[in-house]
């Protein structure tokens, strides 16, 4: 028989070879080791105090009572120290690995009746030493049950015990909600009165479920309805018909653990009588059964944690689809509250339309476009969006929420705030219907919503026959990069990067294109007096995406490269010929493209005047041709003010090509 006490273990690094990663959780990593003087294969626990310094009082707690403990059935500690800014824990190495491990890699659908009596039986013997010294574990699941090469069973973690005799803020602890929801009791997610040891009984008895399905029961829904199954439902148990395989005596071992009231759960000790144990085997029996022909434990951690991963990554991509969809179910509040957002989102998306329709043919822009939903990021939505309305409601959708406040009524509502904590079901979900904390008022947020659902839709609507889902998701926003910006009815700086309010990482294309489109200048300006007959008031309305914005720089950044002095319309004194030269060249060359421009909508007007001159001579019948014929006065009217004002571009044009030639002459 081992004798820890007669060994000195060494508490320096530097004695201990690390070989490969056996373990982690959510506060540590193990590794299997060498105790180079001692020549004993080791595990250590490596614990990141960096990374957990808000729960250094629970790891001490964990080391000191590791280190406490004598039990042949609890995981001890031989000793622990500082590495850098690790704690190490040094304990014997457990080469089976965890219950759950083994079912992982080898018992997906759970163990035979006499291993679980086995490994219950030794798990129950050292709940009757824990609970005789005050303490409860408060962790008892498969995970935490760990096997050694010898068969021997030994209960590990206690990250999260808590000790009977402790007073002050270790006592309140035993009120707190920990430990993992599955194999949480009722008790312990209410509350109401604090726990004992009988919430390790409770645990124990789900720990029997595990080990005989190969999953706890409710393992696969989300922690809240987890909740919500263990507080409403009755307890879970053996079912008669499908689990025949196994005795009356553990379906009733099983039952007495389960009962909702916790004093009337037998005590560990009494538990151990029960005649469900006296089917227990020796720890050879774990090892000629269980433990023969697995792999070693780092290659099956290795393959659970690959498999683990494909798992993972499904779930990922499945629940980024159904989020999208949510998103756009309901409606732009779930994504963005912020006006200037919004208008520049909408705007992406009309970008995004056109080059999308144009580029549908191929297919190839569709296969960005599906890497750029995957890469939907945060970053190009606010903050609060993705933390709690996403997240909140899509969660609260899926896990009902609203069901669970209803059926708690009669419970502390502590634990569900608790929950709503840790999973992102906060408070500010009710916010999102009413203030969204952005200044918005609630029907300010409604008239976005509308506004932006519409723009959605026609957007769906463009895309005819395209798979509703498709178009009904949110990629559009999340496209911006690449998209080539053309024609000059897109002010290239409406959007300042100051009017993205509250998020500087964020990358609209008009940023990114600005300075390349200074060029068009001129001709953008020479459209928007075309547009807009008070000719360029500094807010000018222009149209961006679905949206019409206004732009207070527009104006001042219109003509940078212009080299003429506003006041006087000439050269300015202190540029040289040749740049004069060069300068005069193109505005020539933007005037030819005008005039020609120019000439199309003159001889555009002309025929459409004549038309209309036409059916102007038609004599009115009623009070609503009246009314479109006064319309038709109006718009002639219109036309022929925009004829003269292009007949005086046309002259201001052949003035200036006139000096162009004349300076071009002088230089020569
Ligand atoms: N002595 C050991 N020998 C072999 N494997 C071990 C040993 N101790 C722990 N492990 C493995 O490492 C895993 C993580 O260890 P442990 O549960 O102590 O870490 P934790 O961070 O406290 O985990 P949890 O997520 O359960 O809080 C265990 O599930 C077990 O599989």
Not at 223 to 232: H, N, R, S
């Amino acid at each position: 028989m081992e004798h820890p006490l007669e060994k000195r273990y060494p508490v320096s690094a530097q004695d201990y070879k690390l070989y490969e990663e056996v373990g982690d959780g959510v506060s540590a990593t193990v590794f299997r080791a060498l105790c180079i003087p001692l020549n004993e294969i080791v595990a250590i626990k490596v614990l990141d105090l960096e990374k957990c310094n808000n729960d250094l009082d629970g790891i001490c707690r964990e080391v000191q009572t590791m280190s406490l403990i004598d039990h042949p059935n609890l995981l001890s500690a031989h000793c622990s120290f500082t590495a850098g800014h690790c704690l190490w824990v040094v304990m014997p190495y457990m080469a089976g690995g965890s219950c759950l491990h083994i079912m992982k890699s080898a018992y997906p659908e759970g163990f035979e009746e006499p291993v679980i009596a086995t490994l219950l039986r030794e798990v129950l013997k050292a709940l009757v030493y824990l609970h005789a010294h005050g303490h409860i574990h408060r962790d008892v699941k498969a995970g935490n049950i760990l096997i050694d090469s010898n068969g021997a069973v030994k209960l590990a973690d206690f990250g999260v015990s808590a000790c009977m005799f402790d007073s002050g803020d270790r006592q309140r602890s035993r009120n707190t909600f920990v430990g993992t929801p599955c194999w949480m009791a009722p008790e312990v997610m209410q509350q109401l009165h604090g726990y004992d040891f009988k919430a390790d009984i409770w645990s124990l008895g789900i720990t029997a479920l595990e080990l005989a399905h190969g999953h706890a029961p409710f393992s696969k829904y989300p922690p809240m309805k987890v909740l919500l199954m263990t507080l409403q439902n009755a307890p879970p148990g053996l079912d008669y018909e499908r689990d025949k395989r196994f005795s009356k005596s553990f379906k009733e071992m099983v039952a007495t653990c389960l009962v909702k009231d916790p004093k009337k759960r037998p005590a560990s000790e009494k538990l151990l009588k029960h005649h469900f144990f006296k089917h227990a085997r020796s720890y050879d029996y774990l090892v000629h059964t269980i433990l023969d022909g697995l792999a070693p434990l780092g290659e099956r951690l290795l393959k659970t944690k690959e498999a683990d991963l494909l798992v993972q990554n499904k779930a990922l991509y499945e629940d980024k689809e159904q989020l999208s969809q949510q998103e756009y179910i309901k409606g732009i509040s779930a994504w963005n509250f912020n006006l200037e957002d919004l208008k520049s989102q909408a705007a992406i998306i009309q970008y995004y339309d056109d080059v999308s329709n144009a580029e549908d043919q191929d297919g190839s822009m569709k296969q960005m476009e599906r890497s750029d939903v995957e890469g939907l990021s945060e970053e190009r939505m606010s903050p609060e969006t993705v933390t709690t309305s996403i997240a909140a409601a899509s969660q609260e959708d899926r896990l009902g929420l609203h069901d669970l406040e209803g059926s708690l009524a009669s419970f502390p509502i502590k634990p569900l705030q608790a929950l709503k904590g840790c999973f992102d079901i906060g408070e500010d979900d009710k916010g999102a219907n009413g203030s969204n904390g952005k200044g918005f008022t609630g029907s300010e947020s409604e008239q976005l919503i509308i506004k932006s659902s519409r723009a959605m839709n026609q957007n769906a609507g463009k895309n005819e026959g395209e798979d509703s889902r498709q178009s009904s998701s949110l990629p559009r926003q999340a496209i911006p990069e690449y998209k080539t910006f053309s024609g000059s009815l897109m002010p290239d700086n409406t959007f300042s990067s100051r009017k993205v309010t509250g998020d500087e990482d964020r990358n609209f294309p008009q940023l990114k294109f600005q300075s390349d489109r200074n060029y068009s200048g001129p001709l953008y300006r020479q459209r928007r007096e075309t547009n807009n007959t008070d000719n360029a008031s500094e807010s000018a309305v222009v149209q961006r995406g679905r949206f019409k914005v206004t732009s207070a720089d527009l104006s001042s950044k219109g003509a940078t490269n212009c080299i003429f002095s506003p006041s006087t319309g000439g050269p300015s004194p202190n540029v040289t010929a040749c740049a004069i030269l060069s300068s005069l060249q193109y505005i020539l060359q933007q005037n030819t493209v005008q005039r020609e421009e120019l000439i199309r909508l003159i001889k555009y007007l002309e025929q459409t005047s004549g038309k209309l001159g036409d059916l102007t001579e038609i004599p009115p019948s009623s009070a609503r041709e009246r009314e479109l014929q006064s319309q038709l006065f109006q718009l002639q009217q219109r036309i022929g003010d925009l004829a003269g004002e292009l007949q005086n571009q046309k002259v201001k044009n052949l003035q200036l090509e006139k000096q162009l030639h004349a300076l071009g002459n002088n230089k020569v």
